[in-house]
């Protein structure tokens, strides 16, 4: 990394801790230690590090940790300031080496000098997230997908999870990173342009919106912050939070029309329920517009009311509603009818609202909802209810969350299509003429809190292609540490069956009929974090389908009928260009990319009893 690299690397940390310190009644490092870290790490377990040795930890590393790394389960009802706060106590350690200087671009490898067409610019090619690459800039055939063999891996050093979804712009790979850093790669070779380091784990996708001369990326992390940062340089533009709530949690990648970012928002505030004394709820889901080139906020659509005091928990703690319908994936650009369509979440507490688990059109200029559909009703859920927790509501729903989103089709016939697939199990067709008239509606999955349909389908306009999680948990094994009441281990929250979940369904567009279906493969051999789910978005390109699944499966199927054309087993170690120490684990989340004839695949992903993993995958037919 250049000197001016690494200066800015500790200027954006150091203006992230001096956030910290604004609050007034910061909490101290050492009551939180003793609430929620003693019982473990001041014990003499041989599995346990000490406390001795995590004082040698970086207050970073320690922070990456909790938010992202090998304690994310144990932290998810540490609020933020709690997290800083026993990560300065604790760390007395240097900061993580920066990468070799081996790892960077030479001057003959210049940044998005590639031709347009090698682009996949967001969480889809286009805005209608049908996660469709056309021939042209798929530059890959299905003859050649079974060809497919590793060019490179990348790292991302002493991460356990790899869930951030790649953009690529003329020949340069974004991509977001569990420790917070954006990295601007070559997509041939994985050598490094640029390292920006964000104010939390960047699983969202780029915006990529284009200014004069200039090209934009607008990105969110899961602290709470969206991110406007020069493509070029990777210079920060801008940086605001669309939401004030302590607990804002971003996930969904902005979408982009005309010079304007739309941002959608949701929260931690269902994993902060699990602790008793924590209020729930009050976090409202919205979309932020803002203006790409100066961050200004151009309307806020809020999803719920503000909430109001609605009573006490059995254990005295107040209650606070209307809450969630967070947005949690990208919202879809019509740009003929000046539509945004969103998919929302639960909500999680009382008083239930029919912006819940909807599929919704906004006027693009100005937020306003042109209409609204809900799928499931009364969805009042929190993650106190998994653990049969004080902050459960009465007559909790399914946690039936929309959590990928609507697909824009235009059929052969000139007729538009919305579509949109649930945790339900459910996928549903919308008129996007009519009001979103409802046409159809198929069942592809049993449907779960953990999915059903999950993080995304695909559409090549001839087909609709929906993959299911349908993970299955098992007990928690005897001895494990793990109960009802305490379903989070260390790393993932609980065994998974092997033999149950997953499965590939392609639909006709028109009438919502299955065409055909690629059974799951059972995972071989059952091991922790294995489950055949399919969880992770799906990726199609002219007569191949791409679908990942937590036992750490890549494959492609025929779009014809479904037959496998390739298959690669990434939960193992990989030797990598940046040098670093890399494994691959669970694929979930953000889906497969395709551009200029390359594959491109994050694989790690420890949450919901997934197989953890570091590692950024770049695959090319073999010569
Ligand atoms: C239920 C027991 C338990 C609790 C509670 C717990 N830890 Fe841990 N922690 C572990 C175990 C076990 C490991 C080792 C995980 C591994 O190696 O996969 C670990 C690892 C870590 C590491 C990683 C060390 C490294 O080498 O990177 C850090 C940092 C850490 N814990 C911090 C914390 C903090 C801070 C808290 C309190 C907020 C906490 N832990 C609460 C059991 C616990």
Request: proline content about 8%.
């Amino acid at each position: 990394m250049t000197a001016r690299a690494t200066g800015r690397l500790i200027a954006v940390l150091i203006g992230a801790a001096s956030l910290t310190s604004a609050h007034a009644a910061a909490p101290a490092g050492e009551a939180v230690y003793g609430k929620y870290c003693a019982s473990c790490h001041d014990q003499t377990e041989a599995r346990i590090p000490a406390r001795a040795a995590l004082m040698k930890l970086s207050p970073a590393h320690i922070l990456k940790t909790l938010d992202f790394g090998a304690m994310m389960s144990i932290a998810y009802p540490i609020r933020r300031e709690e997290r800083e706060a026993v990560a300065q106590f604790l760390g007395h350690g240097a900061d993580d080496p920066p990468p070799p200087a081996s790892a960077f671009c030479k001057q003959d490898h210049p940044i998005m000098a590639g031709p347009a067409g090698d682009s996949w610019a967001g969480w889809s090619p286009d805005a209608s997230n049908a996660r469709f690459q056309n021939a042209g800039s798929a530059a890959l055939n299905a003859a050649q997908v079974p060809k497919l063999e590793l060019k490179w891996a990348y790292a991302f050093p002493g991460d356990v999870t790899a869930f951030g979804a790649p953009a690529i712009v003329r020949d340069t790979l974004f991509t977001g990173s569990a420790g917070g850093v954006v990295q601007a790669l070559d997509d041939r070779t994985g050598c490094i342009h640029w390292l920006y380091q964000a104010s939390g784990p960047v699983r969202s996708g780029m915006a990529v919106a284009s200014d004069g001369g200039r090209t934009i990326l607008v990105f969110s992390d899961q602290n709470g912050w969206t991110h406007a940062v020069d493509a070029k340089t990777g210079k920060q533009i801008w940086r605001k939070r669309p939401e004030e709530h302590e607990a804002t949690r971003l996930t969904g990648t902005p979408a982009e029309h005309d010079g304007v970012v739309f941002v959608p928002a949701a929260s931690w505030e269902e994993t902060r329920s699990l602790d008793p004394e924590y209020p729930c709820c009050t976090f409202r889901g919205s979309i932020t517009a803002f203006r790409a080139r100066n961050g200004e906020v151009l309307w806020k659509t809020y999803l719920v009311d503000k909430p109001k005091r609605t009573g006490q928990t059995a254990a005295g703690t107040p209650t606070f509603g209307p809450s969630g319908a967070g947005v949690w994936s990208r919202p879809t650009v019509d740009a003929a009818r000046g539509l945004l369509y969103i998919t929302t979440g639960d909500n999680y507490s009382h008083p239930a609202t029919s912006t819940s688990d909807a599929v919704m059109a906004l006027d693009i200029k100005t937020g306003h909802i042109v209409w609204s559909h809900q799928m499931t009703s009364a969805d009042v859920y929190n993650s106190a209810c998994g653990a049969k927790a004080v902050n459960c509501p009465a007559d909790n729903g399914p946690d039936f969350d929309f959590g990928s989103s609507a697909i824009l089709v235009h059929l052969a016939n000139g007729h538009d299509l919305l579509i949109a697939g649930q945790k339900s199990g459910m996928v549903y067709a919308f008129d996007p003429e009519q009001q979103g008239k409802p046409l159809w509606q198929t069942r592809v999955g049993k449907g779960s809190a953990n999915g059903g349909v999950q993080w995304g389908m695909a559409s090549d306009g001839h087909a609709l292609y929906a993959a299911v999680s349908d993970v299955v948990r098992l007990p928690p094994a005897a001895g494990s540490g793990a109960d009802a009441s305490h379903p989070a281990g260390p790393i993932g929250n609980s065994a998974l069956d092997p033999n149950k979940g997953g499965g590939l369904t392609a639909l006709d567009l028109a009438s919502g009929k299955k065409l055909w279906f690629a059974p799951p493969t059972a995972c071989a051999p059952p091991r922790p974090g294995c489950s055949p789910g399919q969880p992770g978005a799906v990726t199609v390109i002219p007569g191949a389908v791409f679908s990942g699944s937590m036992d750490g499966q890549i494959r492609a199927f025929a779009t014809a009928d479904g037959h496998l054309l390739w298959d690669f087993d990434t939960e193992k170690p990989f030797s990598t260009v940046n040098g670093a120490a890399a494994h691959g684990g669970s694929l979930d989340g953000a889906g497969p990319v395709v551009a200029g004839g390359m594959v491109y695949a994050n694989s790690g992903y420890p949450r919901f009893g997934g197989a953890p993993g570091n590692v950024l995958l770049a695959f090319g037919p073999k010569e």
